[in-house]
């Protein structure tokens, strides 16, 4: 079975800190996605990626950035947290693009407080 | 500007008897359309699939419609069960690869 891990499942940060969220992988995948989950909007895009190195903004990426050094491994960056980015994030992979092979596999998310 | 809508935020069920979750979308171009069920404090786990070449794709309980020229999609569980309530996401393929989501539709399936 694939396996995305994120690195915590809850956070509290305060206003003005910089936060990171890592996100791993285990089955190799090329793609790699971050997205956040707030009540009665739904699952949006942040970011994702296609291969290492390479980053492409989703719906939503305005004060947050993304590090991919290796294929396993996608990091969410907020450069200085606000209260509007506490959210539960979501981290998900899938094994490339094209048809059938969007089927993505998320990991437990990371419930964020910006206090 | 919404282009995968889930209009009903949440929906009641017996347990028994179906459940019925209604997608709709704006884009004629999607041609891949994912079901992902979520439980509270874990992530989207996928649940079906459908292409444009197909109107019906069933998996056990589950089974999803697709009306291309109406530009809906439905989700069918028979019979619903307590087990399945959940938070229940539709999703298209979009030109990049990505997936967009609809808001969701919270299921209560009641014993």
């Known amino acids: 079975d694939v396996k995305v891990t994120q690195s915590s499942r809850y956070l509290v940060k305060r206003t003005g800190e910089k936060v990171f969220l890592e996100c791993v992988q285990d089955m190799d995948h090329e793609n790699m996605f971050w997205y956040r989950q707030d009540p009665g909007l739904g699952l949006r895009l942040i970011y994702f990626?296609?291969?290492?190195?390479?980053?492409e903004k989703g719906d939503i990426p305005e004060g947050y950035s993304v590090s991919r050094e290796k294929k396993e491994r996608f990091s969410l960056i907020l450069e200085s947290a606000s209260t509007n980015q506490t959210s539960m994030y979501l981290c998900?992979?899938?094994?490339?693009?094209?048809?059938?092979?969007?089927?993505?596999?998320f990991g437990s998310g990371t419930q964020l407080s910006v206090l | 500007d919404q282009q995968v809508k889930q209009n009903s935020p949440s929906l009641s069920v017996q347990e028994g008897r179906i459940s019925i979750l209604n997608c709709d979308y704006t884009n004629s171009m999607f041609d891949y359309f994912l079901w992902y069920k979520k439980y509270p404090a874990e992530g989207p786990t996928f649940l079906i699939s459908i292409s444009s070449i197909k109107d019906k794709n069933e998996d056990g309980r589950f089974t999803v419609f697709l009306n291309k020229s109406a530009k809906h999609l439905s989700l069918h569980i028979v019979p619903s069960q307590p087990g399945d309530s959940a938070v229940y996401f539709c999703a298209a393929e979009g030109s990049q690869g990505n997936l967009i989501f609809g808001k969701g539709t919270k299921l209560s399936v009641k014993p």
């Open positions: 990626s296609y291969d290492v190195k390479m980053k």
């Open positions: 998900a992979s899938s094994l490339s693009r094209g048809f059938a092979n969007e089927k993505l596999f």
